[in-house]
């Protein structure tokens, strides 16, 4: 009876499993796959559009930093500003360092240096003065390996501006339409939409085997989950790559770090997320719950362009977020993570279906296997439908890192729960309660 009750089980959530795997493939397919109309804000005089502000925070020479910087130059949108943040008027990507990148991108772009700290948080303290300078409300940060297609933005501003006002549609009469620029000056309220974010999709350009199984990672398994836990919306689930936002809206948060809440004064605004490391998550989150403000996604992908990254380096990024994760999450959401993944979701499955109808384990799993790599390359090949640039590597390469993830994931789940300890651009941190 204790098998039959716990097959019954297994079977329930590899059901469930397999639905948000289908789930994710067909959103890939439903949004990425097709032909996407670009924004009708591209082809407005700048007076009609909401004007953005894009910050992109940079630290050195990140792997095809020119091409990926050189995309936000490029980008067709009527009204937006660049500005560059560094923590050091030294970093790399200026002219003192070795090979000077912003320079040569535009001479109307800004770049704001400065070493203000108001957290363990590299980026958080790097993007604190040019929150403060920044033209417009409307504020796109964009991590600086990132490149994006250029209608990203318009398509982005339509989803951010959609709920405010019901409709992205222009009048054809542009001079009596007003300038919906003017509504902007009010952030959006509950209910409405106050974040837009992309799902990242990895490019590997010095082909190693950890920045394969990286990428591997990224298309497919990682992009399954997100694409369908924002699609279900139940909460927020967002990556910081390429985010668009209110910068009154990020004013108006207050710290979620427990510790600080308590204090006669907690900080609000972006200093209060300074202590933690995922900061995008618990942005994201504070939006949601405490503002009531919806997350949408846009047909555009956030590329991301990987270096080379050894085997140890790849396991030692997935044990870093593992650890900021277990501490961020509820205990049960944590367990149930490696249930998700396919080799141990195959073997319940496979268990349960054979306890219940009598059917070969081993062939059962086989099944499940190649239906399961079948969905991963399909979710991979929709996200790829528009992204220009190096052809992806061979079908037989990326099965081969496909395979070595699956395998490697459960061993670097349970290391990953043995300590709080992570090691961060060269500092080494202990992860407390609540993922500070």
Known sequence: MTSLVLAVVFLALYLIVWSICLLGLRTARNRYAGYTLPSRLISQPPKAVPGVTIIRPLCGLEDNLYNALESTMKLDYPKYQVIFALQSGTDEALPDGHQPVI????????DAADDVKVGVNPKINNLMKPFEEAQYDLLYVID??????PDALGRAVDAFIESKFGTTTFDSDIE????????????PSRGQVGLVHHVPFALVYQRTWGSLIEQAFLNTTHAKMYLAINAL????????KANLYSRANIASLTSPAPTLRASLNPPTGLAGFGPFLAEDNMIALSLWHELGLKHAMTSD????????LSVRGYIDRRVRWIRVRKRMTPYLVTALEPFTESVLCGIYGSWAIARLLGANKSALFAVH?????????GVRRALSTHVKGRPPE????????????ELMTLPIFLYGLASSDVTWRGKRYRIVQSGQ
């Open 176 to 187: 009596s339409a007003p300038p919906i620029s003017d509504d902007l000056r009010t952030p």
């Open 144 to 149: 600086s390996s990132m490149h994006l297609d």
């Open 233 to 240: 919306a139940i909460d927020s689930c967002v990556m910081g």
């Open 369 to 377: 296997m190649i239906l399961w790599l079948m969905v991963d390359l």
């Open 394 to 405: 061979s079908t037989l390469v990326f099965v081969l890192a496909w395979m070595a993830r």
């Open 301 to 308: 992908v956030a590329v991301d362009f990987l270096g080379a």
């Open 103 to 110: 320079p040569s991108l535009s001479d109307t772009a800004d």
